[in-house]
Structures are given as structure tokens and as C-alpha cells.
């Protein structure tokens, strides 16, 4: 997912390798065989983001109380299918079809019919343009997922998906725009890979202003300050979602090699592919280990947001670094999920599942990491992405929640958030062979 002017290059990843690889390896299949292994990575890869929705929905599903279940699975159906509408009307030009450095084209996405490609001529490094549209639409709905679960089981259903549709159409391709559309973050040398800051931090800067704008669950926090937990009814669900999410990761961060039309592309995927496992490894253990030494106990919830937040520790570089500073890099994000999580309780920003801390503060970690493994970048390059990218998402984010607030409001009345989303939004339960919901 970097700079789309990139991916007209010639043998894309053979640049960073080239030196260290023979030549038969460097050598690059014929360019039509290069144009249907590009564009089958696209599809594969995509396809496994997509699995990543399914792992957002049953995630947020098992954090969440059982009486707001069926609205959690909901919203992320519908989360995902706005985000294509809207990355197909102005998302994707808005993103890639950069004409000032600040900003793309408002217009939706034509496809072209590549006659080119049907004629017979290829070229070198191409790929099928229907292919890299729905590769890079499936991440927008990422982004979106991660407001989805911060703000579960007090917020309205169309008032979240409002919001939603200013994320994809607005607040995510125009900030994309600056990096992966060759805008000024790209020419001053930003680096990220496949977005922890593009996407992560954006959708947890989202949460962010939603979550203090929206204010926190009833009861969750008692009026002598304590923290009240409000335990999720689902664990093994939630257990599976992150399994599903620690899969489609491979496709999230493999697809972003962007090729796979030789050898070199082949083993720059396949060093990120491992990278990215190692990393959420790394982000499970260092979760364990730290809720062990301070509470005394191994917590779930804490382990598996581990694991996502050293998957996103690594997605801004997953292919330069070795094995153990990809595990190194994902342990670090695991324990900063540890110490933000209470750390937001004591702000009293409600965070149902967990997603500020293991997207927002992971993100901003593993983009200042690349300048580790990445000779090349700098860090404070880096962080003037993540600063100017952060200030960005988080003034217009809190203005669309705060004009949705004082507009249509964003936020059920008490007697609904008590009685359950489900009831109150759908008029169904998930489970109403169980009993009275709690």
C-alpha cells in the first residue's frame, strides 16, 4: 500500500535486494506472467483483509455484553459495505490521484478495461487496475473497524455510520493521499509501509475524539474515581476473532509488497509474512508477562490485544527487520496495550474493546520504529508523519462527531443503553434463548 507511483516501477522489491541476489534470482518473469502474478497477489491478499472484517465483528462481538451483540455484528457488516460504496465514489481518486501534493480528485473510480493488457502488451510491473481498487478498498474498512468496537454499546447506529461515511470519503484518502499518493509526507521521505499510522492511528484518533465526545458507558466508572469493569460476554468469540485478524494480517501486510512478479518480490513477501507472525508472537508473550508481574494474574483480553497491537507494531515495516527484532518490535506493543489501557481509564475514555490503545498507541510506536531496521528513514521524518497525519484525523474527527453530536446526536438515551442496543436499534437479541439480557 506505499506510494501508488512506486507501483509502475520495474521490479518493485528486486530494488531493495537486487545486490544481494544472484542473477537468476533478480531476473523478472516475462511481463504478462508478472501482470497475472501482480494482480493474483492483489486479489489473494485483498481477499484476506477482507477475512479481517469477520475478525473486527467477532472480536468486538465477544467484548461486548450479550444485549448488544447482534447491533456490534451490525454495524460491521455495514461498516464494510459503506466503505466500498464510499472509496468507489471519491475514495480512491481522492487518495491516488494526487494534483497538488495535499490533495487527490473528487470523482468516482472509473475502471479502465485494460485493453492494453487484452491486446497483448504489458507493462513491466502492472497490474489489473480492478485489482488494486479492491485491494486497496478493503483497507479503508479497516479504519473504520477500529471505531466501531471503542465506542460499542452506547452509541447510535445511524449517527456511527454517519461518521463513518465522513472517515472513508474525507478523513482517510485525503491524509493517504500525502503518503501512499505521492503527496508531501512521501517527498519528504515518510515511510509506512502498509500503514500503521495511514491506517491504524487514524482509525484510533477517530475513536479517540468519538470515545471523549460520546463520554463513557453507565457505570463503568463509579464517582469515587474507581474503574468498574464490565466484562465481555464472549471470550471464546473474541479469542477467534483475533485468530481471524492475526490471519488476514498476512494478506494486510503481504499484499503490500505490492508484486510478485519475481524472485525478488517472492522473498521480500515471504520475509514479511514472517515478520508479521513474529511480531504479534513477540506482542502475546510481552502482554502476558507484563499483566502477570503487576496483577498477579495472566489476563485474556490483555494477551489478545497483544496480538494486535504487534501486528500493527510491525505493519509500518514488516520487511526489513530480522526474526527477533520483529518479535522485539511486536513486544513493545504489546506491553504499551498493557500500560494504555488503564492509563485511558484514568481519563475516563471508554474504550470497550480495547482498540485506542492497540491501534492508536501501537501505531505511533512501530511508524517511529521503521527508523530501527530502515537505514534510510529518519526519525523525525517520521514523526512529523505521524504528528501532522495525528493532528489532521484528530481536528476533523472531533468536528464531525461534535456537529453529528449537536445535529442528529450520537448517543442512545439511558433507558435504551440499559436495555440493550439490540432491542433498542434492531428489535432482536443474539442470544434470546439465554435469558433476559445483561
Known amino acids: 500500500m506505499r506510494n501508488i507511483l512506486t507501483r509502475l516501477k520495474p521490479a518493485l522489491a528486486g530494488l531493495f535486494l537486487a545486490s544481494t541476489l544472484p542473477a537468476a534470482a533478480q531476473a523478472a518473469v516475462d511481463p504478462e506472467t508478472a501482470y497475472v502474478l501482480n494482480s493474483f497477489s492483489f486479489l489473494v491478499n485483498g481477499a484476506l483483509v477482507m477475512w479481517m472484517a469477520a475478525g473486527f465483528a467477532m472480536l ?26 464510499t472509496f468507489y465514489l471519491v475514495g480512491y481518486n481522492l487518495m491516488y490521484m494526487d494534483v497538488t501534493g495535499l490533495i487527490g480528485s473528487f470523482s468516482p473510480f472509473w475502471c479502465p478495461d485494460d485493453a492494453a493488457a487484452l491486446g497483448g502488451t504489458f507493462d513491466e510491473g502492472g497490474y489489473s487496475a480492478s485489482s488494486d481498487w479492491f485491494f486497496q478498498m478493503v483497507f479503508v474498512a479497516t479504519a473504520a473497524s477500529i471505531v466501531s468496537g471503542a465506542l460499542a454499546e452506547r452509541i447510535k447506529l445511524w449517527s456511527f455510520l454517519a461518521f463513518v461515511l465522513l472517515l472513508t470519503a474525507i478523513i482517510y484518502p485525503i491524509q493517504g493521499s500525502w503518503v501512499w499518493g505521492g503527496g508531501w509526507l512521501d517527498a519528504m521521505g515518510f515511510s509506512d509501509y502498509a500503514g500503521s ?76 509474512f514472517a515478520n508479521t507472525n513474529m511480531a504479534a508472537v513477540g506482542g502475546v508473550l510481552a502482554a502476558m508477562v507484563a499483566t502477570q508481574l503487576i496483577y498477579k494474574k495472566v489476563d485474556l483480553t490483555m494477551a489478545l490485544n497483544g496480538a494486535i497491537a504487534g501486528l500493527v507494531s510491525i505493519t509500518a515495516e514488516p520487511a526489513d527487520p530480522t526474526l527477533g527484532m520483529a518479535a522485539l518490535i511486536g513486544a513493545v506493543g504489546g506491553i504499551i496495550v498493557v500500560i494504555a489501557v488503564p492509563l485511558l481509564d484514568k481519563f475516563k475514555i471508554d474504550d470497550v474493546v480495547g482498540a485506542i490503545s492497540a491501534h492508536l498507541f501501537a501505531g505511533i510506536w512501530g511508524t517511529l520504529a521503521v527508523a530501527i531496521s530502515d537505514a534510510e528513514a529518519s526519525v523525525l521524518v517520521q514523526a512529523t508523519g505521524v504528528i501532522a497525519i495525528g493532528a489532521f484525523a484528530l481536528v476533523l474527527s472531533g468536528i464531525f462527531w461534535m456537529i453529528l453530536k449537536y445535529t442528529i446526536g450520537i448517543r442512545v438515551s439511558e433507558e435504551e443503553e440499559a436495555g440493550g442496543l439490540d432491542k433498542a436499534e434492531l428489535g432482536l437479541e443474539a442470544y434470546p434463548e439465554f435469558g433476559p439480557s445483561t
Open 60 to 85: 468486538e462481538a465477544g467484548l461486548v455484553r450479550k444485549k448488544n451483540t447482534a447491533t456490534i455484528c451490525l454495524k460491521n457488516i455495514a461498516l464494510y459495505s459503506l466503505s466500498g460504496l
Open 197 to 272: 499510522t495511514l491506517v491504524h492511528s487514524v482509525g484510533g484518533w477517530a475513536a479517540l475524539t468519538g470515545a471523549i465526545v460520546l463520554g463513557p458507558r453507565k457505570g463503568k466508572y463509579a464517582k469515587d474515581g474507581r474503574v468498574q469493569p464490565i466484562p465481555g460476554a464472549n471470550l471464546p468469540l473474541a479469542t477467534l476473532g483475533t485468530f481471524i485478524l492475526w490471519l488476514g494480517w498476512f494478506g494486510f501486510n503481504g499484499g503490500s509488497v505490492l508484486a510478485l512478479g519475481s524472485a525478488a518480490s517472492v522473498i521480500e513477501m515471504a520475509n514479511v
